[in-house]
């Protein structure tokens, strides 16, 4: 009995061009490698073209997504989060127990301050009273390292989740 495993080829049908292409193992290896060092050298070429950079209308500033050093509070995320509750300042009479995600978006400038803060997709006229004590709060939070871009300082927007337990 003769060992056919060496002899399988692997048939490649592109239907679309309606095109049959065959390929014995070795040369579809080498094309599969080939392929694939060709991805793996775009996607570098797109991550090292730059930040991606926009215009935020509530800040009036160039701010971008990403960068190669984010901003960062002093202390890191536990001070972060300790200085907001000192500064989060709510009372409601109806419900004491509040348990909540809260989205908000800002942006870090190139000094370090926490400017346009709002809550993520919604109008400011929308707003609860629960949403402006997060915002006056967050607000308040200003101890920040900028972010950089190859060295040089730049604004960055952040998109955060901020659980809020209120017993």
């Not at 048939?11 to 290896?29: D, E, P």
């Not at 972060?80 to 000192?86: G, I, K, M, V, W």
Request: aromatic residues 12%.
């Amino acid at each position: 009995m003769k060992n056919y495993s060496r002899n399988i080829l692997l048939i490649i049908g592109i239907k679309s061009c309606g095109l049959g292409i065959q390929y014995n193992r070795n040369n579809f290896f080498k094309y599969f490698s080939l392929v694939f060092m060709l991805l793996s050298c775009n996607s570098s070429i797109l991550l090292s073209s730059g930040p991606t950079v926009k215009y935020d209308k509530r800040t009036n500033l160039e701010v971008c997504s990403f960068t190669d050093k984010m901003p960062s509070y002093r202390g890191g995320y536990t001070a972060f989060l300790h200085d907001f509750s000192a500064n989060f300042q709510y009372s409601n009479q109806i419900d004491n127990n509040i348990q909540t995600n809260i989205v908000v978006q800002y942006v870090i400038n190139k000094k370090g301050r926490l400017v346009g803060a709002r809550i993520f997709n919604k109008e400011d006229k929308d707003l609860s009273c629960f949403d402006k004590a997060v915002l006056e709060a967050l607000e308040k939070v200003q101890d920040w390292t900028p972010g950089e871009y190859h060295h040089k300082k730049v604004n960055v927007i952040i998109k955060q989740t901020i659980q809020i337990d209120m017993y």
